[in-house]
């Protein structure tokens, strides 16, 4: 069974920043690639970044230049920093692993 816990959400000013994490547990982590994706009310669930296990990194056109995507194996830890924040970014941020394994969610926020 792999768990994924969400944490680093919350309500922030536009052009702030914010960092989610995401800690996996259940099976090895490193063979994963790991996603975040978000949902913003009334809207479809869309790929934000991806991180294959070796590295490449693969961004959503919106959050080019703004959000970092990473990963420390070791700690079993995807990160997502996000700088930049706009109004547009407001949804509910989600992990995923191998394409397979949700977690929670977390709430992100911007407006003034």
């Known amino acids: 069974q792999v768990q994924l816990v969400e944490s680093g959400g919350g309500l922030v000013q536009p052009g702030g920043s914010l960092r989610l994490s995401c800690v996996v547990s259940g099976r090895p982590f490193s063979i994963y690639a790991m996603g975040w994706y978000r949902q913003a009310p009334g809207k479809q669930r869309e790929l934000v970044a991806t991180?294959?296990?070796?590295?490449?990194?693969n961004y959503a056109e919106s959050v080019k230049g703004r959000f970092t995507i990473s990963r420390d194996n070791d700690k079993k830890t995807v990160y997502l920093q996000m700088n930049s924040l706009k109004p547009e970014d407001t949804a509910t941020y989600y992990c995923n692993a191998g394409e397979r394994y949700w977690g929670q969610g977390t709430q992100v926020s911007v407006s003034s």
């Open positions: 991180i294959a296990p070796l590295g490449t990194l």
